[in-house]
Nanobody, 126 residues
Framework: VQLQASGGGLVQTGGSLRLSCAASGRSLSTYAMGWFRQAPGKEREFVAAISRTGGRTDYADSVKGRFTIFRDNAKNTLYLQMNSLKPEDTAVYCC????????????????????WGQGTQVTVSS
């Protein structure tokens, strides 16, 4: 599966952005999905994950209550709605796919993910 993230940009503190991750080559419903981010000088970190059906989600503590991960398997697209953005959310955001048989499996571990898309830059100004 090929993944392409989009939707990043420059936004002020408190603003919102919606990221999209379009999949091609295979049905998105085959994969649990995740969003990760990497800020300059820092390691890539988990942001959010969603099961194959969308029935289960998981979030990093730093984004709980502000970000929402969801998916539209019919459109083969994953989303990340980001509200109340903070300067510390500034990073390159990447989507990733985890091939897993369990329909409600989610993972926050980078090593679980099999496929990665190119990132999209999110910059939050103070």
């Amino acid at each position: 599966v090929q993944l392409q993230a989009s939707g990043g940009g420059l936004v002020q503190t408190g603003g919102s952005l919606r990221l999209s991750c379009a999949a091609s080559g295979r049905s998105l419903s085959t994969y649990a999905m995740g969003w990760f981010r990497q800020a300059p000088g820092k390691e890539r970190e988990f942001v959010a994950a969603i099961s194959r059906t969308g029935g289960r989600t998981d979030y990093a503590d730093s984004v709980k209550g502000r970000f929402t991960i969801f998916r539209d398997n019919a459109k083969n697209t994953l989303y990340l709605q980001m509200n109340s953005l903070k300067p510390e959310d500034t990073a390159v955001y990447c989507c990733a796919a985890d091939f897993h048989f369990a329909s409600e499996y989610v993972s926050s571990r980078r090593t679980e993910y099999d496929y990665w898309g190119q990132g999209t830059q999110v910059t939050v100004s103070s």
